[in-house]
């Protein structure tokens, strides 16, 4: 078993274009199978907008945030649970003063996300 | 895209043998290659003491817990990341009074497990 606090685990700039002010961590890689990923958007940030061939699962841990699905910009907060299908775009903005935080899940295969 | 709040999601009490106090969601069975699930275990509840040949990745939500790995009680709390490798025998223990939660994504080969 591998026990880490998320607090000690190392942060990166997600520096993709079309990226801005955004953190995210590995919290595991577990077997191989899937990534479980932690992401930190600050004030005024976002990821890029974007597709890719992999699917999404994410759950919002702390904060408030938009998430953009197909050009429609959509509230989320503490407690959503959002699945975002392969090849659709998709953005998560934070327009709040808060940081807005999320848990991200991706297949390994996915080799266009930060990992 | 699907956006849900866990709160509209349905609950299901984990009625497996020795388990205690547990209830369970499934948030997203995703594109079918993970199944993102988050657990509530109440006042002295606890998920079975079991192994499978499929591995689990989780993060705590909310409160402190114990998980017991190989006989060894650890204590979690909100922010840990937890990696349980196939084949390793674990539980989660909530001796707090207050609930234990905490999201566990599995491959979705894992018949063995709530889904």
Redesign the interface.
């Known amino acids: 078993?591998?026990?880490?606090?998320?607090?000690e685990?190392e942060e990166k700039v997600v520096d993709m274009e079309g990226a801005k002010n955004v953190r995210m961590q590995i919290?595991?890689k577990?077997?191989g199978?899937?990534i479980?990923r932690?992401f930190i958007v600050g004030k005024d940030g976002y990821t890029p907008l974007h597709k890719h061939e992999?699917?999404h699962?994410a759950?919002i841990?702390k904060g408030k945030g938009i998430?953009v699905?197909?050009g429609k910009e959509?509230e989320?907060e503490q407690?959503?649970?959002?699945?975002?299908?392969?090849n659709?775009e998709?953005q998560f903005i934070n327009k709040s003063e808060e940081p807005f935080e999320f848990?991200c899940?991706i297949?390994s295969q996915d080799k266009s996300c930060p990992r």
């Open positions: 078993m591998e026990i880490k606090k998320q607090n685990i919290l595991t577990g077997a199978n899937f479980m932690r992999w699917e699962e759950f841990l998430v699905d197909e959509i989320v407690g959503t649970v959002i699945y975002v299908e392969p659709k998709h848990i899940v297949p």
